[in-house]
T-cell receptor, first 116, second 111 residues
Framework: AQTVTQSQPEMSVQEAETVTLSCTYD???????LFWYKQPPSRQMILVIR??????QNATENRFSVNFQKAAKSFSLKISDSQLGDTAMYFC?????????????FGKGITLSVRP | SQTIHQWPATLVQPVGSPLSLECTVE??????LYWYRQAAGRGLQLLFY??????ISSEVPQNLSASRPQDRQFILSSKKLLLSDSGFYLC??????????FGPGTRLTVL
């Protein structure tokens, strides 16, 4: 079984600054994937970034990067140069394998507000 | 790339009425399909998943059911809605990749 924990319910950051969202997970699998999803007020779930557990290099997508600490089972998201459009709920998720029965497990999410 | 359609976008139904939410996927074949429910301000709860036509797995006992009559069509149903069925319903799809892609969702209010 997998668990994903996001302990911070909400955060706020000034526009153009950097913010880090925390996530820890637990799994007994060796082959798994980690994700960050963004859910803006429209409620559309948008994939922000993904990390394969077997890769040591941290994933990066433009202003978004992760700090993947496999031994500590930590997977934090760093948003650089925060923009007003980054205001959203962010969900950390994990998935063991790629079969249909390898389900995506979500954390409870964190609400990020970017202040102008 | 995949595109996921859901309708209706918004639905208000009385308690005890039936429900049918539809999800269709474009741009892929033989996808794995999922139904999630999200209560207000909370995370996602997986309700059903399907690996193929007519194949449905249920994650939680509940008042809802799912069907997959065609390869790229996934339907969420209920014979009699309860107040507790209110929420935001998301359809998701995966195909040969690890991440799931989500549809725009349906907001259901049961009165």
């Amino acid at each position: 079984a997998q668990t994903v924990t996001q302990s911070q319910p909400e955060m706020s950051v000034q526009e153009a600054e950097t913010v880090t969202l925390s996530c820890t997970y637990d799994t007994s699998e060796n082959n798994y994937y980690l994700f960050w999803y963004k859910q803006p007020p429209s409620r559309q779930m948008i994939l922000v970034i993904r990390q394969e557990a077997y890769k040591q290099q941290n994933a990066t997508e433009n202003r978004f990067s992760v700090n993947f600490q496999k031994a500590a089972k930590s997977f934090s998201l760093k948003i650089s140069d925060s923009q007003l459009g980054d205001t959203a709920m962010y969900f950390c998720a994990s998935r063991a394998g790629t079969g249909a029965n390898s389900k995506l497990t979500f954390g409870k999410g964190i609400t990020l507000s970017v202040r102008p | 790339s995949q595109t996921i359609h859901q309708w209706p976008a918004t639905l208000v139904q009385p308690v005890g009425s039936p429900l049918s939410l539809e999800c269709t996927v474009e741009g892929t074949s033989n996808p794995n399909l999922y139904w999630y429910r999200q209560a207000a301000g909370r995370g996602l709860q997986l309700l059903f998943y399907s690996v193929g036509i007519g194949q449905i797995s249920s994650e939680v006992p509940q008042n809802l059911s799912a069907s997959r009559p065609q390869d790229r069509q996934f339907i969420l149903s209920s014979k009699k809605l309860l107040l507790s069925d209110s929420g935001f319903y998301l359809c998701a799809s995966t195909w040969e990749v690890s991440e799931q892609f989500f549809g725009p969702g349906t907001r259901l209010t049961v009165l």
